[in-house]
């Protein structure tokens, strides 16, 4: 009988462990994957290094941050569409994105794109758009 509840004891001291582990993997890949993506939002890297390839994109009265980052990711200028979503919303921009016609090049970081995008009138864009 002594046998059996050391053994199960054993067992049990063995699933523990297992689990532990498990939590711990876990736990460690998911902070990886938060820190990998957080890195992309403040520093992600432009599509091609300079020059790079200007790109004329034309936003539309009505276009949402959305609707404009998928035309971004379509046009090649970022990699991911969600996350110029949220880049977008964390640069501040109190009027967000205006409509006009700009061109952009893929060795423009998205920061960049958005300061463009979000001026206020043609001064401010410096002949980048219009």
């Known amino acids: 009988m002594k046998k059996k509840e050391a053994a199960g004891m054993a067992v ?3 699933i523990k462990i297992v689990v532990i582990v498990l939590v711990v993997m876990v736990i460690y890949r998911l902070g990886s994957m938060a820190f990998e993506y957080g890195e992309r939002i403040f520093g992600e890297p432009p599509m091609a290094d300079a ?7 034309m936003i539309q009265n009505g276009d949402d941050v959305k609707v404009i980052a998928q035309k971004l990711e379509d046009a090649g200028l970022v990699r991911d569409a969600g996350l110029f979503v949220l ?3 964390l640069a501040g921009y109190k009027d967000g994105l205006k409509a006009g016609t700009y061109t952009l090049n893929t060795s ?3 920061d960049e794109m958005i300061q463009i995008m979000a001026a206020s009138s043609e001064e401010d864009q410096d002949g980048e758009g219009s």
Do not use: F, L, W
């Open 12 to 14: 049990h001291s063995v």
């Open 108 to 110: 423009m970081t998205p």
């Open 51 to 57: 020059p790079g390839t200007d790109i004329e994109i």
């Open 87 to 89: 880049q977008e919303k």
